[in-house]
């Protein structure tokens, strides 16, 4: 069964999905929404909190440590792990990770991947920008894609972040 829970991060309210064994599901969310379909804060003592709280202090390989379960076609996976390997603090375009997945002209679909990402922050779609640096694309928004990239460059503490 996958429960559902919200997380109060610096930059905003994450909704999770998630078993005993897997992830399933990470998004940002209203605050209303919360209250909407009743979700409970995810307790301190889970371990997909504790991984989210070090990734917010600053420790980005926390959310490595953690399974994810996706579901998605084939060049959706293989986006998803490309996306994967990119280290925080570092980006990549749409352009370079069509590349690496060897399907150099498809860098509208590697868009179309992230857009449906399921899991955000874990699958680190925020990292990629377009082919000429700007920020563009993010499902939640711009503003959570430019608060993620500088807290991971470490232009912004996590207390820094939601004052934006």
Known sequence: MI??????????????????????????????QCKKEMLEELSSTNKISKALDNYFAGKFTALNKLKLKVIGTTFQIDTWRALKNIKAGNTASYQEIAKIINAPKSSRAVGSACNK???????????????GGKLTGYRPGIKYKKLLLQHEKGEKSSKNLAKQ
Request: aromatic share 20%; glycine share 4%.
């Open 3 to 32: 429960n559902f829970a919200f997380y109060k991060s610096p930059v905003g309210i994450i909704k999770l999905g998630f078993d005993k064994s897997f992830i399933y599901f990470c998004d940002f969310i209203p605050t209303s």
């Open 117 to 131: 990402n399921p899991i955000l922050l874990f699958i680190p779609c925020h990292r990629i920008l377009s082919s």
